[in-house]
């Protein structure tokens, strides 16, 4: 298995050998569970689904429950599909820990949904840099300025950096170092920030990418 299911602890800090302060963020990952394995001859492609964390049965619905049930897993509201190359290493039922992925050292890729930031405009999300705060310009400080032309071509281009919805996206941190690991805990302890809120779900993959 080359990724596990995790929530987001929160950030703190530690010192290496050298007393430099290192900001890291501590995950609680797994243990998760197989719900199911996808094969390429019954659906066309390879992957298992994974569940974390335990909830009340209540808030599932019926489908939901009798999935979970079949398979002989708790009631979770987190599942996840991770893409496999062989589903014959896997069977329904089947736990992995943090330390059955990750070793320390190692590197990870982080996915999760950043924070939503509301509607904001074209300084904080784009960073604009403003208009003048001079004399002449009145209560403009902040405004986009021009967004097209006049006559031709009379209509404003997709894409055009505007105000809108910030955050709450799909979010992936490449190559953060695996910093420290307890089994015993199931904690993982990542350099630097990873995306979402305090709790929030997150996939933790081994990366893709080298180092360079």
């Known amino acids: 298995m080359n990724a596990i299911l995790g929530e987001k602890l929160g950030m703190t800090q530690i010192f290496d050998v050298n007393s430099r302060a290192i900001p890291v963020t501590v ?7 197989v719900v199911q394995v996808k ?3 019954r659906d066309g492609y390879s992957a298992v689904q994974l ?13 939901e429950a009798g999935h979970l049930a079949k398979a002989g897993v708790a009631p979770s ?5 991770i893409r496999i190359d062989d589903p014959g290493e896997y069977k329904v039922g089947q736990e992995f820990t943090v330390g059955d992925v990750f070793t320390e050292g190692g590197r990870a890729d982080v996915t999760g949904v950043s924070k939503g930031k509301g509607f904001q405009g074209v300084m904080r999300r784009h960073g604009f ?9 009145h209560k403009k400080h902040r405004a986009p300025g021009s967004i097209g032309a006049c006559a031709t071509p009379a209509r404003v281009f997709k894409g ?12 992936t941190i490449l190559n953060l170092e695996v910093v420290r690991i307890d089994s015993d805990r199931g904690l993982l302890v990542l350099g ?4 979402g809120p ?6 933790i993959r081994e990366a893709v990418k080298g180092v360079g």
């Open 27 to 33: 995950i609680k990952a797994g243990p998760c569970q």
């Open 129 to 137: 840099s403003g208009q003048g705060a001079a004399h002449g310009t």
């Open 198 to 203: 305090d709790g929030g779900l997150i996939v």
């Open 39 to 41: 094969t390429p001859d």
């Open 160 to 171: 055009m950096p505007m105000a809108g919805r910030m955050g709450g996206e799909r979010t």
């Open 51 to 63: 569940s974390f964390g335990e909830t009340k049965p209540a808030r599932l619905n019926k489908p």
């Open 192 to 195: 630097g920030a990873v995306p």
């Open 77 to 81: 509201t987190n599942i996840v599909e």
